[in-house]
Each structure stands twice: as structure tokens, then as C-alpha cells.
């Protein structure tokens, strides 16, 4: 199963970054008040990216956790195709 890194943006234009095999049923379910925390306080959210398919979970969330770290406008390059 392919996974994929997405990032999603709140109505209050905060970035939200997670995983999974399908990011436009996540984004539902996000906007459902079923998934986080963030979701649920700051909904609702768009997709504004989505990764390349990863192989596998593992691989997904290293780059999750990687992209956690970076500023919001190494994001928003990441988002406009301007970053790798």
C-alpha cells in the first residue's frame, strides 16, 4: 500500500502536516471532527500538498516528521513546487 505525506490548511491558515494512503478521504474526515485535535479546533482544512506515494508507512512518516520541522515558508515552497 502506498502512503503519502500531505499538508493541509486550517481556516485560521495554519499548516497541518500527517500521513496517509488517501489524503482526500483524510481531509474528509478531518473536516468531520474525526481526526485530530488541530483538526478539530481549527477546521476546516484544504489540501494544499501531496507527496509522491511512498512505499510503505515507515518511509511516509520519516518524511512527516522532517517537514514538522521546517519553517512555514519552507512549507509554502514545498507547496508551490518551489522545494524538494
Do not use: C
Amino acid at each position: 500500500m502506498n502512503w503519502f505525506v500531505y499538508i493541509a490548511e486550517a481556516a485560521t491558515k495554519h499548516y497541518y502536516v500527517g500521513i496517509s494512503p488517501d489524503p482526500t478521504q483524510r481531509m474528509f474526515l478531518h473536516n468531520e471532527g474525526k481526526g485530530s485535535l488541530m483538526a478539530r479546533q481549527q477546521g476546516p482544512f484544504k489540501l494544499v500538498y501531496q507527496s509522491k506515494p511512498f512505499a510503505n508507512k515507515s518511509e511516509a512518516r520519516k518524511r512527516e516528521i522532517q517537514i514538522k520541522k521546517w519553517t512555514r515558508e519552507k512549507k509554502l515552497k514545498l507547496i508551490r513546487g518551489q522545494w524538494s
